[in-house]
């Protein structure tokens, strides 16, 4: 008699065991999806939803004794996951601080941001920046490499659990590489084209994706200020604040580019509550100068930076005087 109700609970026994293996198999199938997909490993509503019902359809078991068991198999088939899933969602990478974004003044090849990508990323960067829409002062220097570099850009980053920031000139492009691009850029040649202003502010406030607008080279503290009201006006509380230097006298016989705007960090931080990021890069526009503005410029309480890095700085294509290796990336961070 004992026996043979043995033998039916070993075979109870093997029945469940089979299942937790395909269950396992399956639950496998989800997590690498949502890790190619940068989506959370865990979902606390959907597990509770799954004990919730499982304890409306069998009364007779004990639902504690539910809770117990299938906590332990949400645990074990996300153990190893939660490990692999070395980077989360874009919105807990936007609160680190500094929040630092890097990468070269424009994508030039795959091979090109391939290598810059992997460099930045053992350097624990998140944020991949790469122009593919340049907007360029002559009509015949390298105007970048559009879509295809966008296409370029996001593999890169992906490859390397980091998210994408790029500059669109107008509301096509943004529609064209939405899907591609994490953080919009508009640039200082921009701040004041109100139109695109609007239509991206409209376009991004369906998803509030991030947009990250420079202060126009000759714009005062007002003006930017209130170019980035189009964009929250339109709907889209999502605006990053990026002080890139501005044109002064010093412009005329002084070495650098732009004048670093760095007094700019301290009035934003009392007129508005937008994240603040300062860009060495094209404010000195000379790599010599890139660490110690990064250094003033984070002092000062700037929310993080934007960097132009290249692997190989003398060979950029735009802004190579600018452009600092990934060492010295590395040094900064
Ligand atoms: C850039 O960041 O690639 C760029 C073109 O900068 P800015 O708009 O500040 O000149
Ligand atoms: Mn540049």
């Given at each position: 008699m004992l026996e043979k109700y043995r033998k039916y609970i070993d075979k109870i026994d093997n029945d469940i065991a089979n299942l937790l293996n395909k269950r396992k198999e399956l639950t496998q199938q989800i997590m690498d999806y949502k890790l190619n997909n940068l989506l959370p490993i865990n979902n606390i509503n959907r597990e509770n939803e799954i004990i919730n019902q499982l304890i409306n359809n069998f009364h007779n078991l004990n639902p504690s004794l539910i809770k117990k068991i299938f906590n332990a198999i949400f645990n074990d088939s996300k153990s190893e996951n939660v490990l692999k899933e070395s980077f989360q969602t874009i919105n807990e990478y936007l609160t680190i601080r500094p929040l630092i974004i890097a990468g070269p003044?424009?994508?030039?090849?795959k091979l090109q941001i391939n290598n810059i990508a992997n460099d930045i990323a053992q350097i624990g960067i998140k944020f991949l920046r790469g122009g593919c829409f340049k907007p360029r002062t002559c009509a015949n220097s390298f105007q970048g490499l559009e879509d295809e570099g966008v296409h370029f850009l996001y593999d890169a980053a992906r490859k390397n659990k980091m998210y994408t920031v790029s500059e669109i000139l107008d509301l096509q492009q943004y529609i064209r590489n939405e899907e591609y691009i994490d953080i919009i850029q508009i640039g200082s040649r921009n701040m004041t084209s109100y139109g695109l202003l609007k239509s991206i502010g409209k376009a991004t406030a369906k998803t509030n994706k991030y947009v990250l607008l420079k202060r126009g080279m000759s714009a005062t503290i007002n003006e930017f200020i209130a170019a980035a009201d189009y964009i929250l006006q339109a709907g889209n509380p999502n605006v990053i604040l990026c002080l890139r230097g501005i044109r002064t006298?010093?412009?005329?016989?002084?070495?650098?580019?732009?004048?670093?705007?760095?007094s700019g960090i301290l009035e934003l931080k009392e007129k508005t509550k937008l994240p603040i990021l300062f860009d060495p890069s094209h404010s000195t526009g000379s790599n010599k100068y890139v660490k110690s503005i990064s250094k003033a410029a984070l002092e000062l309480g700037a929310d993080g930076l934007m960097l132009e890095v290249h692997n190989s700085p003398q060979d950029a294509i735009v802004d190579s005087n600018q452009a600092i290796h990934p060492t010295e990336l590395k040094e900064i961070v």
């Open positions: 003044c424009t994508v030039e090849s006298f010093e412009q005329i016989d002084s070495t650098f580019r732009f004048t670093p705007d760095l």
